[in-house]
């Protein structure tokens, strides 16, 4: 409630409880404190950690969905469940579905991607948490029939044209640990097959030699600079021209942009916005994480992003923040089952950049999180200890 006379606080409101929308609230609370009020709105009540779905099957992890109220509550903002519909700029107003209307002074959309099956192949497409049950079904059927004396070949494919790949090769690996810890006597072939011209290729040559050796050590096969068509007759057609048998295919979805009505977008859909997160033609709308034009699509880029956009908007408002990097620092974890390896890749290049920098013996941030946010990682060990972010060390065959 605003006190009779006062002027009424600045009110930003963001759409999304992923990592972009989390990470903005806690950025603009600790740059602005109560000098704003902050609306999230999701059509979703959980927030969804979907980097811990890769090894839910496989160890007893941390839960990956998240009573959302809660978080957001200790996040410091309050919390509003409904969808966008569309938004109306020049009236600074979001229409939700349910008709509700709202008016902001700055508003961010922190809605994240689409996310598009495009194989037609058995399997599954592995979009997050949701699919850990079917992944689980598919192995239980490809160790059966291993067990019974037959021949089965797996792959992990990352899509042509960009997806989030750190996945892709989790599963292969943790699958293939989990497949090799029964009476199968290798008869089950893991592969991944992937357009990189080296496995983790964005995160610079270490750590594409760093995971080709991985791979080998686990004995998963590697198709690197391998464009898949489609799959036929229990083969990936791919490019360059030739056929890899798979049985069962794990295939990460193509990320398409939200395509949201009443802001500008880019073919495909993300929304179009300037290097600082700034909507075309709109300066008191921004979007951060996945839904936006950036194309590398990251966790940690998200909270890069929302850190990026919560400054502006505070400059905006006359307050001074400490300085967010405008070019991002991609970093990531890999669990393989043999450790976890650090990636870390400065997007603002240099000859020596090129090749970033791994290491499996020490973190190479603090928090040594799975998604490396400024104030999403050290709030999420503050609300669940080191529950939530770091990897258990239990055996993958434990479960
Ligand atoms: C299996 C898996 C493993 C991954 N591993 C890693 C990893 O190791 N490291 C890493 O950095 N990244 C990883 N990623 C990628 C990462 O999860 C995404 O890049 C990240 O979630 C993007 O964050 P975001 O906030 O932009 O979107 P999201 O996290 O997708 O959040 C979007 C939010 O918006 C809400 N929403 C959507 N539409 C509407 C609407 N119309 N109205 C209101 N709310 C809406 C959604 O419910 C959701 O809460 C992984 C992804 C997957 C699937």
Redesign the pocket.
């Known amino acids: 409630m605003v006190p009779t006379g006062t002027k009424p606080l600045t009110k930003i409101v963001i ?7 989390l990470e903005t609230v806690l950025a603009v609370r600790a740059f602005a404190g109560d000098a704003v009020t902050l609306d999230l ?4 009540d959980e ?2 950690f ?2 811990a ?2 090894a839910e099957l496989f160890v007893p992890v941390p839960r990956s969905r998240w009573p959302l109220t809660d978080l957001v509550q200790r996040a410091g903002a309050n919390l509003i469940l ?4 569309r938004i109306d700029p020049d009236q600074r107003r979001v229409h939700l579905t349910s008709g509700e209307v709202l008016a902001y002074d700055f508003f961010v959309i ?4 689409i ?1 598009e099956p495009w194989l037609d192949a058995p399997g599954v497409t ?3 948490p949701q699919e850990v049950p079917v992944l689980g079904q598919h192995l239980a059927q490809v160790i059966a029939r291993a067990e019974a004396g037959d021949e089965v070949r797996l792959a992990f494919v990352v899509p042509p044209g960009g997806s ?1 790949v ?2 892709v090769y ?1 599963l292969a690996l943790l699958s293939k640990q989990f497949i090799d810890a029964h009476d199968v006597d290798g008869r089950v072939e893991v592969r991944v097959v992937t357009p990189e011209d080296a496995p983790l290729a964005v995160f610079g040559q270490q750590a594409g030699q760093m995971m080709t050796g991985v791979l080998a050590d686990a004995g998963v096969e590697l198709s690197s600079a391998t464009i898949v068509r489609e799959w036929r007759n229990g083969a990936l057609c791919t490019v360059p021209e030739g056929e890899i048998a798979a049985d069962v295919v794990v295939s990460m979805p193509v990320i398409c942009g ?1 395509f ?1 009505p009443g802001v500008p977008h880019t073919a495909q859909g993300f929304v179009d916005a300037d290097r600082d997160g700034r909507v075309r033609s709109h300066n008191r709308v921004f979007v ?4 936006g034009p950036f194309p590398i ?6 909270c890069q992003q929302a850190d990026r956009v919560a400054a502006i908007i505070c400059a905006h408002l006359g307050i001074s923040t400490i300085e967010i990097p405008r070019a991002p620092v991609l ?3 890999v669990w393989s089952g043999a450790g976890e390896h650090f990636l870390r890749r400065d997007l603002a290049g240099g000859r020596d950049e090129s090749h970033g920098t791994v290491s499996t013996s020490a973190a190479l941030w603090w928090p040594p999180g ?2 490396a946010g400024r104030f999403l990682a050290p709030f999420l060990h503050e609300v669940e200890g080191h529950e939530l972010v770091d990897m258990p060390t239990h055996n993958a065959t434990s479960h």
């Open positions: 759409a999304g409880a992923g990592f972009a929308a709105i999701s059509d979703q927030f969804v979907s980097p779905a890769t409904g969808a966008i519909d922190a809605i994240g991607g996310h592995f979009t997050g989030w750190i996945p989790e939200p949201l951060a994480g996945d839904a699509k990251q966790a940690g880029l998200a970093r990531g974890v799975k998604v």
